[in-house]
């Protein structure tokens, strides 16, 4: 278990995840001001828990000393031991609004999310075997997290107490609709969880609509506004949610920016032969791929199609089940 320190009362514990991205790094915040608090709590194994009891031991605490709860965003890695953390200490949990869903009652809203893939990825193109096994991955994650009964709000504009200081709570949809960061204006840090990595981008992933809406959100819109906002700040150093702190966050940005740029470019000189399929693309792109990264890379293919289309590059049109797209 590492733990490092980042400021008085403020520090990273890197835990186990059975998933291919690897560790995820959540933070503790301690303090006379404060209830103890964690922001993210890793993946509901036994690994990571006995990770994270590590951690905490080696800090003088135990887990029913936390008191509180902060889920930047709703996915399994990061939110998945909240429910065992609140039924030892009786924490309360935060996060945002548009994660209540999962977090409250995650296998409804995961049978939701099944449906809505199935639909998305056949327009997509998926062969059925792909779609059957993506489906059969998705209804695995369920094992990796538990319902949690209430989940407090926390929103763009919020202030929060965390190891003695007040930090800003920064809605920044983009690799998820429902993603939170917090920044401290003094000391200039960044806990940027997944928003922004040093040494892997992070997929805009598409998702369903938010109860109540009938229009998903588009991913990479959103994320390209949210990478832009960040740039703007004055970070001394982010945080990440897996991986190495960032220094600077400008040059990662523009990297980022870069890199999209000339995903869509390769895009639109695929599209220049003909209309394709978001499978098609992909497959174009990316060649052969696991069942699990051919999700991933139509989420990526799809997100810059949205992107482009906002910018009146591409459009697209239905035939039976699937859906073609096109250059204008």
């Not at 809505?116 to 993506?134: C, I, K, N, R, S």
């Not at 998702?207 to 990479?220: D, H, I, K, V």
């Amino acid at each position: 278990m590492t733990v490092t320190p980042i400021i008085t009362d403020l520090y990273q514990l890197v835990i186990p995840t059975p998933f291919p991205v690897g560790p995820v790094n959540i933070y503790l915040a301690a303090g006379p001001d404060a209830p103890l608090t964690l922001i993210d709590t890793g993946p509901r194994t036994e690994q990571a828990r006995s990770a994270l009891e590590g951690g905490l031991a080696t800090l003088g605490y135990r887990l029913s000393d936390v008191g509180r709860v902060i889920v930047t965003h709703a996915h399994a890695d990061h939110y998945g031991l909240a429910g065992d953390i609140v039924q030892v200490s009786g924490a309360s949990v935060y996060s945002h609004p548009h994660n209540r869903p999962m977090l409250e009652d995650h296998t409804v809203e995961r049978e939701r999310q099944r449906a809505f893939y199935a639909e998305l990825l056949l327009e997509a193109g998926m062969p059925p075997d792909v779609q059957a096994t993506v489906a059969h991955i998705f209804r695995g994650y369920r094992d990796f997290e538990t319902a949690l009964s209430s989940v407090d709000a926390l929103d763009e504009g919020d202030r929060i107490s965390l190891a003695g200081q007040q930090w800003q709570v920064l809605f920044m949809p983009g690799h998820s609709g429902g993603l939170i960061c917090l920044y401290q204006p003094d000391t200039r840090i960044f806990l940027s969880n997944d928003h922004l990595l040093r040494d892997i981008s992070s997929n805009p992933l598409f998702e369903p609509p938010s109860s109540g809406q009938t229009r998903r959100r588009r991913s990479l819109v959103d994320y390209i506004r949210s990478l832009e906002r960040t740039a703007a700040m004055d970070i001394a150093v982010a945080w990440p949610g897996h991986g190495e702190p960032i220094a600077d966050h400008r040059a990662l940005i523009q990297g980022r920016l870069a890199f999209h740029r000339r995903r869509a470019d390769r895009i639109l000189d695929v599209l220049r032969d003909g209309a394709q399929t978001v499978y098609g693309l992909s497959q174009v792109i990316f060649g052969e791929l696991s069942a699990m990264d051919c999700f991933l890379a139509a989420s990526e293919i799809l997100a810059h199609l949205e992107w482009l289309e906002d910018q009146g590059a591409v459009a697209s049109q239905r035939r039976d089940d699937l859906v073609l797209w096109l250059k204008t």
